[in-house]
């Protein structure tokens, strides 16, 4: 995790946060979302085009693009037939790997899976994501809950957030492959319901993790210097998302030319999340609301 993103308002809890053809961009592969394979799930095409807002509940449905990723507690089911009324994928942002103490559902959390504090997000902690972890089976029927939401309110895919619990400090004993194993359980589950479902942290992972998810969404990967390890995505025909940030001191002329010689669907974002900048790398203007 770097970025809980939908930490800054109360829909969200009190903390934490690329189409085919000859189409226009943005959206080839969501008309009239006929693509999907009977009793499957949507497939998002390499180049689908994505907005961000996990703050707004409705969003600003007007951004020409093939996906919108949005709080999936926070956003209705009306509001998802809204955008697919618009030729656009829905994406159901859930956290799946640290407690919120505002979700509809926290009260659901035993003592026992809940870990170290996440640094700079009061009130929000690590979830022991472990297999072997005592109340494992208690994280799973929770979890399995949040992704049948997603499915009852007509989302497409899933972003499940802060899948790299190992690699801070959770309070547990989590390995590499605790969290491997978890985090193959999310993309299996959520497949289940006939979801799509993108990756979300953990790219250390991400050979082995390819096969299991529909794509990646990464924070600030030139700014890091880790947008090399999104490659196999882009060698698995798979969609790759990365977000860059205004408060960070960043331009869309510091990233999009290479993220677009790496076949990496860019956009500048404020860090809220909030829809208030919007720059998408494929737009030469950006936009900014």
Known sequence: MRIVACALIA???????????DAPAGTADVSPLADTPPGGH??????????????STPPDNTHDVGAYDIDGFGNTAGEVSAL?????????????????PDRP????????????????????????????????????????????????????????????????????????DDQLA???????TVHGLGL????????????????????????????YTECDTLA??????????NAEYTDD????????ASDASASITGALFSLALDGSVFMPCSDDAGITN
Not at 11 to 21: I, L, Q, V, Y
Request: charged share 20%.
């Open 11 to 21: 829909a969200c809890g009190s903390s934490s946060p690329r189409a085919t053809g």
């Open 42 to 55: 949507w497939v998002p095409a390499a180049a689908t085009t994505f907005f961000w807002d996990l703050q």
């Open 84 to 100: 697919h009324a618009l030729g656009k994928r829905v994406v159901c942002y859930m956290d799946a790997g640290t407690y919120e």
């Open 105 to 176: 559902d926290s009260a659901q959390f035993p003592a026992g899976l809940l870990g170290s504090d996440v640094v700079g997000w009061p009130g929000e902690k690590w979830l022991d994501v472990r297999p072997g972890g005592p109340d494992y089976a208690t994280l799973q029927a929770i979890m399995t809950a949040r992704f049948q939401l997603c499915a009852q309110r007509g989302f497409d895919a899933v972003e499940p957030d802060n899948l790299d619990s190992y690699e801070n400090s959770p309070g547990f004993s989590t390995t590499g």
């Open 182 to 188: 978890y985090n193959r359980w999310i993309a299996q």
């Open 196 to 223: 799509a479902v993108m990756q979300k942290n953990d790219l250390d992972q991400i050979p082995d993790l390819v096969t299991d998810f529909d794509g990646v969404l990464d924070e600030e990967c030139n700014k």
């Open 232 to 241: 196999p995505y882009h060698a698995a025909g798979k969609p790759i998302w």
């Open 249 to 256: 001191g960043e331009t869309t002329a510091m990233f999009c």
